[in-house]
Antibody, heavy 117, light 110 residues
């Protein structure tokens, strides 16, 4: 089955680090982009960045300058979204999505990240 | 990169047609035929409804159609049904080689 499986919900304290994952299966992981999308509680969708696992070409949205790191491990068909120091404002649902040229046709179920002291 | 502009809400009665607009600039919507639309029901992941401005993925009802004129793209839902009640987002590729979402539109079936 073609799918993206995201890691489970996380509860963290401000200042802690975090790495969430998105594992692709059923398709050639290295020939599609993976995008990361943030959805804050009750708000809209926001692109954070995209990565092409085939050559690790990574592009970040100007709305998230230096706040997160996107990476991928081709050997295990997994993409990652990482924070070095979480803030309360990072509390959100994070989705990964598979990108074809110009659109995203397959989405993970999301990872809920809660940051609270 | 500013979000594309969508109406906050659109409503219609069952069987009617509604249209959601998505306005950007020549650096995104107007510059590329890479506009796509996503449907999101509460608590669910987004679902691709339209890609490349007007193409429908397999399995998406032909009641959904897309178009573009200049810097504005549109999603039309014809024969509105209760199950169409959801949030809808447009997205476009941009001249910065990344993507931008629209502000989102809540569709209500009266």
């Amino acid at each position: 089955e073609v799918q993206l499986v995201q890691s489970g919900a996380e509860v963290k304290k401000p200042g802690e680090s975090l790495k969430i994952s998105c594992k692709g299966s059923g398709y050639s992981f290295t020939t599609y982009w993976i995008g990361w999308v943030r959805q804050m509680p009750g708000k809209g969708l926001e692109w954070m960045g995209i990565i092409y696992p085939g050559d690790s070409d990574t592009r970040y949205s100007p709305s998230f300058p230096g706040q997160v790191t996107i990476s991928a491990d081709r050997s295990i068909s997994t993409a990652y979204l990482q924070w070095s120091s979480l803030k309360a404002s990072d509390t959100a649902m994070y989705y990964c999505a598979r990108g074809v040229s110009g659109y995203f046709d397959l989405w993970g179920r999301g990872t809920l990240v809660t940051v609270s002291s | 990169q500013s979000a594309l502009t969508q109406p906050a809400s659109v409503s219609g009665s069952p069987g009617q047609s509604i249209t959601i607009s998505c306005t950007g600039t020549s650096s995104d919507v107007g510059g590329y035929n890479y506009v796509s639309w996503y449907q999101q029901h509460p608590g669910k992941a987004p679902k691709l409804m339209i890609y490349d401005v007007s193409k429908r993925p397999s399995g998406v009802s032909n009641r959904f159609s897309g178009s573009k004129s200049g810097n504005t793209a549109s999603l039309t839902i014809s024969g509105l049904q209760a199950e169409d009640e959801a949030d809808y987002y447009c997205t476009s590729y941009t001249s910065s080689s990344i993507y931008v979402f629209g502000t989102g539109t809540k569709v209500t079936v009266l």
